[in-house]
């Protein structure tokens, strides 16, 4: 059965009435990536607020870290598990099993990560997003020092919540519009 075929709840303004800088990026993403992804076609409602999702994503999982692109997209995947967030868990999920090259820690990621052998600098920083996202209020000391018994220094704990928060943000985005993965998502890296 198909998932249903909306992008989001609310009217997708058509690429080719975006601005020329958007439309451009677009293009670049049907080359790269064969699709542009529907949380941009969402986020072009406001594009301005697309325009600074863009900077901010391309920064948090792109750019300079401590933490690997594998791990922010972990990291990712556990938020949206936590919260449920059907949006993220395709994409992202799928993210994990590009870069991982490994299947099942992607459906672990999705599922449970809990089941996953992972290395305890992982497990930590996967429980961490976990408690950061379900019970943020009891995130204390206790929880930063165990970051940091497992390698992370001050600014992987800083990306760290970073990439918890903006994830939250963004499965909230997803579950209020409504928002579909692209169906292409589903079938990669399997």
């Known amino acids: 059965m198909p998932q249903p075929k909306h992008i989001m709840r609310l009217k997708v303004p058509a690429t080719k009435s975006l601005d020329k800088d958007l439309q451009k990026f677009f293009a670049v993403c049907e080359e790269k990536l064969g699709l542009v992804p529907n949380v941009l076609r969402a986020w072009a409602k406001r594009p301005q607020k697309l325009r600074n999702f863009i900077t901010l994503y391309n920064e948090l999982m792109l750019g300079e870290s401590g933490l690997s692109k594998l791990e922010r997209e972990m990291i990712a995947v556990v938020v949206s598990s936590a919260n449920r967030c059907y949006y993220c868990l395709v994409a992202h999920g799928q ?9 099942q820690l992607g459906e672990m990621m999705v599922m449970n990560y809990r089941v996953a ?8 920083m996967l429980d961490y997003a976990w408690k950061l996202t379900e019970t943020p209020r009891l995130v204390d000391e206790a929880d930063r020092k165990a970051l940091a018994k497992v390698g992370f220094g001050e600014d992987d704990i800083f990306d760290i919540n970073e990439v ?3 994830f939250n943000l963004t499965n909230r985005m997803a ?6 993965p692209n169906p292409e998502y589903h079938a990669k890296n399997r």
């Open 95 to 103: 993210a994990v099993r590009q870069i991982s090259g490994d299947p």
């Open 117 to 124: 052998e992972l290395k305890p600098r992982q497990r930590v």
């Open 164 to 166: 918890v928060g903006f």
């Open 175 to 180: 579950h209020g519009l409504d928002m579909m």
